[in-house]
């Protein structure tokens, strides 16, 4: 019974330990503005928007018979693959503000993602930093 018991709990603690480890989650956008959720897909990382403290539409997406969706539930990254252990590379981010794809990078840092989207070379990006948000 003691052996079953320490199994179940090395069991438990190892299993608990590789869904921290995940990049996968809920992350609140910078300035708390609204959350996203990465997943994994087809064995890359990507992101929808869950929620926004104000619903708006895709106003600025390059295609008009988008622009009257709304912003939530829209996939805003993808194609992310892992390279190491807290590295992401290959994706893409989808900008809503602009309506404009860009290409992008992403690392993990504690319970933070900061990821940096770029046109042509990293060196010409900008980096946001979004926050694991509270189970």
Known sequence: MKQMTLSLFFFLFTQLGLAQNSVEGIYWTPGKKGKIELYEQ????CAKSVCCNNDKKDVNNPDPELRDRSTVGIEVMSGFQKRGKKTYTNGRIYNPKDGRTYRAKMWV????IKVRGYV????LGRTVVCERAAS
């Open 42 to 45: 087809n064995g890359k990382i």
């Open 120 to 123: 042509g070379s990293p060196i």
């Open 109 to 112: 840092v504690g319970d933070k």
